[in-house]
T-cell receptor, first 112, second 115 residues
Framework: SQQGEEDPQALSIQEGENATMNCSYK?????LQWYRQNSGRGLVHLIL?????REKHSGRLRVTLDTSKKSSSLLITASRAADTASYFC????????????FGDGTTLTVKP | NAGVTQTPKFQVLKTGQSMTLQCAQD?????MSWYRQDPGMGLRLIHY???????DQGEVPNGYNVSRSTTEDFPLRLLSAAPSQTSVYFC??????????????FGSGTQLSVL
């Protein structure tokens, strides 16, 4: 079974609202990354947070990491219709650089 | 730079056939990996490589082989295709995953159907 799990699996909001997605993992990680996927296309990197960091910002994105709870959250502020996509987290193992695990993803729908 | 190039984009196989999915990157990345994505699910790691001549298994390696003879190429071989291998396959690459540049670059995917 996959170690990463996103919550919620699906999220529908109005344009301008904030969207929060959560990710949990079971193995100690070196870094955790968030990706976006549009309609089955390739994934695009959004933001990376390292195990010694607690919060990071990039534009309208804010990611937090709680290593004690083995969880991360991605916040998208002031959402736009163009943010409609699936969002995945991926954690890279601390003890085996290269091994990783993806979550099942959150499908975000932003209504205009 | 072309980034990560995957071929073919679509493939239909019969059960028992073998084939190779190609993946090439021109960014001199040390790390390369293969994932499969099934409907409504995330990506599962099949195999990965941290450098030429070095490969290791991911979560779902059975039925697949890889090799890494050059830094640029990381082909994925299906030995004897089964319907359970129907999926979308993604190749990705990055610099070392324990460095300051771990962002993954993904190919556009190969949609494989096994009948």
């Amino acid at each position: 079974s996959q170690q990463g799990e996103e919550d919620p699996q699906a999220l529908s909001i109005q344009e301008g609202e904030n969207a929060t997605m959560n990710c949990s993992y079971k193995t100690s990680i070196n870094n955790l990354q968030w990706y976006r996927q549009n309609s089955g296309r390739g994934l695009v990197h959004l933001i990376l947070i390292r195990s010694n960091e607690r919060e990071k910002h990039s534009g309208r994105l804010r990611v937090t990491l709680d290593t004690s709870k083995k969880s991360s959250s991605l916040l998208i502020t002031a959402s736009r219709a163009a943010d409609t996509a699936s969002y995945f987290c991926i954690g890279f193992y601390n003890t085996n650089a290269g091994k990783s695990t993806f979550g099942d993803g959150t499908t975000l729908t932003v209504k205009p | 730079n072309a980034g990560v190039t995957q071929t073919p984009k679509f493939q239909v196989l019969k059960t028992g056939q073998s084939m190779t999915l190609q993946c090439a990157q021109d960014m001199n990345h040390e790390y390369m990996s293969w994932y499969r994505q099934d409907p409504g699910m995330g990506l599962r790691l099949i195999h990965y490589s941290v450098g030429a001549g070095i490969t290791d298994q991911g979560e779902v390696p059975n039925g697949y082989n890889v090799s890494r003879s050059t830094t640029e190429d990381f082909p994925l071989r299906l030995l004897s295709a089964a319907p359970s291998q129907t999926s979308v396959y993604f190749c990705a690459s990055s610099w070392r995953q324990d460095s300051s540049r771990e962002k993954l670059f993904f190919g556009s995917g190969t949609q494989l159907s096994v009948l």
